[in-house]
Structure formats: structure tokens, C-alpha cells
């Protein structure tokens, strides 16, 4: 089946330091895969993706490449602000899914990140 | 465009009241999601809709019904709620190529 894992939380960075979210799936085709963000108090928002192997995603600083030989899909980024503090979900879409999962997404269950100044 | 939007934003019910929740989209959007967000559990899909008068059970459907009538709203409905049902409840819409989801319902079941 299909099934996202990310690195437990909550993550605690100074202002300018590196980050690394670490995302691995599982999945029985050849998934697309995603970073959402939740800012407080608000839904979901598409970060970046990427749909095919060695695909580099993104947006905003941030960045992740599909890794097909390790099955990751890791978030970084260079150098935090504060207004990155957020809560970052990795995601992944089976291009295979039919009937009743059609285009659903599978959740990793979240990786708190909160930025210091 | 608003998007996505839910009504409401917050609720507080007692054990085996009922309630529904509305979602709606100004986007044309066919596919509907509701999904339900508890701490460490990521998102969940409850139930979602393929388009006007479609309707499908997700990963955890049980307590919850769903009415798509019209395409640009999506209903979620708890007919008896339980406390396992307090939860934050997002609505999605998706085109070919991502997923847009609402602000999310606060609900809290007592």
C-alpha cells in the first residue's frame, strides 16, 4: 500500500540556521509527491512537488528531490526565518489510484517547525 | 476568488448533538475532499465526491455523511457526535495537478 513516514517533531531552529525535513514513502507505483504548509491558524497550502524521479521541487527557498533509489523526498532549505514556523506535511499521490481513491492524497503526519529569532 | 471556504470556523457540541458542516468552492473544481487532522495523525480522508450528486467513503468514514447536491458545495454531516470526533475538519478541492484546501472547521465535541 501507500504510506508516508516523516521525521518526528517538533523541530526547533534559530533564524538563518539549515533545515532538513526528512520524508520517506512507500508506495506500489510511481507516486507524485508533495510538502504542504499550515501556518497557524489556516489550511493547508501547496509548498512544491515534484512527479518524477530525480525531479528537483521548488518554492520560497525551500527545496526537495525525489529520490526513487532511497524512496525520500526530504525538505530543506538554507537558511530559516522566523516566518517559516509552521507545521510541514509530506504527501503523496498514486497516478495509479482508481475508483474509490481516485487523486486522494497520503499524509505523513506532520513535522512542527518553529524558528526563533 | 475565495477558493476554498468553510462554515464555521469553530463549534462546540454536546455528545449526540447534530451538526453539518458546508464547504464550498468557486473554482469548478469535480473532485471534493473532506479529510479530519488529530495531533500525530497527519490527515485523514473521510469521504469525497467526484463530482455534483457523487459521493464515496475514504479511510474513515464512520459518523459522518456527506452530500454533494450542488457541484460548488460539499456537505459533511455528524449525526450523533461522539468526542472521538473532536478534530480539525479541511475541505479540498483538486485540479489535474494539486490539491487546495479550506481554512479549516474547529470542532469540538463535549
Known amino acids: 500500500g501507500n504510506s508516508v513516514t516523516q521525521m518526528e517533531g517538533p523541530v526547533t531552529l534559530s533564524e538563518e540556521a539549515f533545515l532538513t525535513i526528512n520524508c520517506t514513502y512507500t508506495?506500489?507505483?510511481?507516486?507524485?509527491l508533495f510538502w504542504y504548509v499550515q501556518y497557524p491558524g489556516e489550511g493547508l497550502q501547496l509548498l512544491l512537488k515534484?512527479?518524477?524521479?530525480?525531479d528537483k521541487g521548488s518554492n520560497k527557498g525551500f527545496e526537495a528531490t525525489y529520490r526513487k533509489e532511497t524512496t525520500s523526498f526530504h525538505l530543506e532549505k538554507g537558511s530559516v526565518q522566523v516566518s517559516d514556523s509552521a507545521v510541514y506535511f509530506c504527501a503523496l499521490r498514486d497516478p495509479r489510484d482508481r475508483g474509490s481513491t481516485l487523486g486522494r492524497l497520503y499524509f505523513g503526519r506532520g513535522t512542527q517547525l518553529t524558528v526563533w529569532p | 476568488n475565495a477558493g476554498v471556504t468553510q462554515t464555521p470556523k469553530f463549534r462546540v457540541l454536546k455528545t449526540g448533538q447534530s451538526m453539518t458542516l458546508l464547504c464550498a468552492q468557486d473554482m469548478n473544481h469535480e473532485y471534493m475532499y473532506w479529510y479530519r487532522q488529530d495531533p500525530g495523525m497527519g490527515l485523514r480522508l473521510i469521504h469525497y465526491s467526484v463530482g455534483e450528486g457523487t459521493t464515496a467513503k475514504g479511510e474513515v468514514p464512520d459518523g459522518y455523511n456527506v452530500s454533494r447536491l450542488k457541484k460548488q458545495n460539499f456537505l459533511l454531516g455528524l449525526e450523533s457526535a461522539a468526542p472521538s470526533q473532536t478534530s480539525v475538519y479541511f475541505c479540498a478541492t483538486r485540479d489535474s495537478y494539486e490539491q487546495y484546501f479550506g481554512p479549516g472547521t474547529r470542532l469540538t465535541v463535549t
Open positions: 515534484a512527479t518524477k524521479a530525480d
Open positions: 508506495a506500489t507505483g510511481y507516486p507524485s
